[in-house]
């Protein structure tokens, strides 16, 4: 969209897109750096008429011009995170708004790398290590904390048995535990 002389009716037309839109609506080129501007001429008039009414409309141009902002803000966001999960594309954001869009993408992604990444394969790695025994001397049979019978064993046997038995095992001197990945 190219330069759109800035007004409050085009201020209050943009905020009613984003209003009504789920999705970034196309703004006029330089939109901020032009509000920026006329809400500068708007006081440098107001400063020379001292009128009320003027100082009420840059209040509401104000309010508009920031709840824009927020909901483009909010969706910015919202596109930022879907992005990275499902690769979305991105579209209508201004300049200033690519280089945020950008600062939280990669704060997303790095931080989805960093914790959930780690997460995951921590849990991966559980599901693939298995804790086995060496026996260093014969056991004979007993009843483990399962309720199932195990043994006898002989001196090097090898076995898996619930966590609480090879505790009990390893304190008495009777195994060595080994971690093994499937």
């Not at 939109?31 to 100082?55: G, P």
């Not at 930022?80 to 209508?92: D, I, K, Y």
């Amino acid at each position: 969209m190219p330069d759109e002389t800035i007004t409050f009716e085009l201020i209050r037309k943009i905020q009613r897109e984003e209003q009504r839109s789920p999705k970034l609506s196309k703004l006029p080129e330089n939109f901020y750096q032009n509000v920026r501007n006329y809400i500068q001429q708007k006081r440098t008039i107001l400063e020379k008429m001292e009128d009320r009414r003027a100082s009420v409309e840059i209040k509401n141009i104000e309010s508009l011009v920031e709840d824009v902002f927020n909901r483009r803000e909010r969706k910015i966001m919202t596109q930022a995170v879907n992005a990275v999960r499902v690769g979305l594309t991105v579209e209508n954001l201004t300049e200033e708004e690519k280089e945020f869009f950008n600062q939280a993408l990669n704060l997303i992604k790095s931080r989805r790398e960093k914790l959930l990444k780690d997460l995951l394969e921590k849990t991966e790695e559980k599901k693939e290590m298995v804790t086995l025994i060496v026996f260093k001397e014969a056991v004979p049979e007993f009843v483990g904390s399962d309720l199932k019978t195990y043994g006898p064993f002989e001196k090097g046997d090898i076995a898996k048995l619930p966590e609480e038995n090879v505790k009990v095992l390893i304190e008495r001197g009777l195994v060595e535990e080994f971690k093994v990945s499937k």
